[in-house]
């Protein structure tokens, strides 16, 4: 389970890094509303790792008590930030 949320917060901070560089290159825009105007902002990177970790503290704490439960989804969480990254690693090696 530790090397799931880990990978999980990699994951979600590379998606951070990446949609800040496509967007600085004007080659994609951030599709959440409620991050939109942190872009470019040292405070959005910020926001992703706090997310991602307070994510992974919560799973944890779920871990403990429905083990099942919280491995069934971490693993859809990573699934799916991990097909987000590829998508934003492919926008990023076409431009």
């Known amino acids: 389970m530790k090397y799931l ?5 990699v994951f979600v901070i590379l998606d951070g890094l ?10 994609a825009r951030e ?3 409620l991050l939109q105007p942190l872009v ?8 992703k790792a706090a997310g991602a970790l307070l994510c992974a503290f ?3 704490d779920i871990y403990k008590r429905y083990p099942r439960v919280a491995v069934i989804a971490t693993w859809i969480a990573v ?7 590829l ?9």
């Open 40 to 47: 470019g902002d040292v405070g959005f990177i910020i926001l």
């Open 87 to 95: 998508w934003n690693s492919s926008l990023f090696l076409r431009a």
């Open 5 to 9: 949320l880990s990978i999980l917060i």
């Open 58 to 60: 919560i799973l944890w």
């Open 31 to 33: 599709s959440n509303p």
């Open 79 to 85: 699934a799916g930030y991990g097909v987000i990254v």
């Open 18 to 27: 990446l949609t800040k560089f496509l967007i600085d290159g004007g080659l």
